[in-house]
Each structure stands twice: as structure tokens, then as C-alpha cells.
């Protein structure tokens, strides 16, 4: 079982200090050419562990194109890479059998070698109206699609035998007690949960799961992104056992353009730029709270890393990666964050040195 790592004091002050950093994609591949997209996907992987980074983790998407079943691509990604934690983030709970999807993450956990990071979400899943009678029989708008499935995922996880103490089944050559196969007894402790409400967090803190917290937040109480993310983080600690070393993750959009070229920097320009509006007041009935893209120079980034209010509070750094780039694109981010921008926070990379991948290909 591998032992977390112990996020920061959270009533400390001081700068960020980051013990690892970790890369979440989208996973993006073109509708007529899914193969060369998804096998993009796994060779950012490679690169990713290439340069010393302690995560990578993929979106789960439905509908769209994106990886649709995280747990099937991390097993293909567990066969490229070694070392590498393997992260979803996240699963939505609600189209998921809780033992089938077990069943899948405990394979995929096995064989990385007991390196997966499931992390899920709860509630009606994204899409509904249009997958949950291709996904349930009966009405699924009466199911139970919010904490309580991720609870019978995790208790078919913990491997506990079915039926009484005299129950066997039998198959060829083998009489054995059931339960879930194959077992991964580690892999209940590395679980994580995408909280975004207090609620949500609590929830998270109560029942054993790591955080994971991006750019999204719901402001409850605040018109303030930071305000309301390191409220956030205070509620998930005071509901977590101090005697867990629970794990939280803060995400970030990062887009360094020192070793990009003139074309490229405009077209990052413009692409935060799109989404500046939506960082200046709460969205939507849910009071949505997006945190601004950190896009420019090394020396820009990091300092506005340096006094981000919530960074100073945890040890782990997610970067997420923009949806609709290019492998290019996301290599180049990848470099430059390792060279110029991770150093900066106290971050060494992991069982590698720092090259460029270009290098690599």
C-alpha cells in the first residue's frame, strides 16, 4: 500500500511548497479517428512520466470525444508507463454499477501495480436525459445517483466475502470463498472524491476520500473564487479523521508560453481570453465560480502561484490541460512547467530527469 503524502497544515501561512505534480487531460481525439487520438493520449503519458511527474489522470467523458471508460484506458496506460500515479477525475457515479465498476478499477489497479487514483463525482451524471434509459431499466430519475452509490463501490472494495462463513462457489479447478476479483487491498485508501460545495466535501472528509478541487466551485457563501476554495479545503479537513493522511489536490489551468512559438502564444492568448467573462461573477442559478486561467510567461505564472490563496494550503498541484489542443500543445506545457514553473514552488521531478520530449520522440 502506498502511503499518501500529508497535504499542508491548513491553518499554516506561507508560500506554496509543492511535493507533486500531477497532468489531467481531456483525452481529445478526432470523431472520424479515435485510435491515433487515444494513442496521443497514452504517449502524453509516457512523456509526462519521462519528465518526472508524479500524476497523470483522465477525464471521463460521455457522448462526446473523449475516453468514455477511464478504468479501460488507464489499463492501457499502466502497460506504457511504470512509475506514474494513474488518476480519474472523475468518474460520474451515476451511470456506473458500483460492483462492475469495482470489478474494472481493481483489474486496471492490479495490473499498474497498485497505482490507480479513482476519483468520482456524485449526482445525476451529465447527459441524462439522453443516456439514462440506454443505461437502467425502469426509471432511473428515482435511483440513487448521488453518495450513496460511491458507498456500495467502496464496500465491494473492501473485499469483504458474500454470504455466510460456509459459502463457496466452485469453478474449474478452484473451490474458493467469493468475493470481488481480482482484490486490490490498497486501492480502497487511494480513492478520491471532485468536491465543489461544502457539502460535497464533508461528504468526502467524513468517509475516508482523498480531495480533488479545480477551477470550479459552487460560491455558497462568497462571490470569490479563492475565498470560497479554501473554505472549502478548512470544511473537508475539520470532517476528515486526523489520524488519515488524507490527500488534497488543487487544479489549475496552466498555459506557459516560453518555449512555444509566436503563432502558438496568440492562439493561448486567445484562448483565455475566451473564457476571461466567466471568472467576473458567479454563473448560473448553482452561483458557479470559475478560477482564471494562468496563461503567459514562466515568471507570470509563478508568481501568481505564489499568492494564490488556496496553493499555500496543500502540497499537491493537479495542471489541466485545455480541451481541443494539440499533442504538441499539451507537450509543450508539460515541458515548460517542468523546466521553469514547478522548480519555482519547490517541486523536483520524480525518477527522471528533465528533458524535453521532443527529445523523446
Known sequence: ??????????????RPSIAKLSLLTPG????GDPATGLEDTLLLFESAERLGFDGAWIRQRHLEHGVGSAAVFLAAAAQRTSRVELGTAVI???YESPFRLAEDLSMADVLSGGRLQPGFSAGTPPHAELIGDLVFDGDWRGYDLSYGRISRLMDN????????????IHSPGNIQRPRLQPHS????????????????????????LNLLTGNVVFGEHSDDFGTTQRQLLEEYRRHTDPSRPARVAVGRVIVPFDSA???????????AAARHDRTLAPQGERRILFAP???GTAEQIVERLRTDPVLAHTTELRLELPYEFHRGDYEQILYDTVEFIAPALGWK?????????????
Not at 1 to 14: E, I, L
Open 92 to 94: 460520474p457515479i451515476g
Open 185 to 208: 487491498p490498497g486501492l480502497i485508501d487511494r480513492l478520491w472524491y471532485g468536491g465543489g460545495s461544502a457539502r460535497s466535501v464533508g461528504w468526502a472528509g467524513v468517509n475516508g
Open 28 to 31: 481529445n481525439y478526432p470523431d
Open 349 to 361: 521531478p520524480a525518477g527522471a530527469s528533465v528533458r524535453s520530449s521532443v527529445e523523446q520522440s
Open 1 to 14: 500500500m502506498t502511503t499518501p503524502a500529508t497535504s499542508a497544515d491548513p491553518m499554516s501561512a506561507g
Open 157 to 168: 472494495l473492501r473485499g469483504d466475502y458474500l454470504g455466510g462463513p460456509d459459502t463457496v
Open 261 to 271: 512559438d509566436r503563432a502558438t502564444r496568440e492562439r493561448y492568448r486567445q484562448y
Open 293 to 295: 486561467d494562468l496563461a
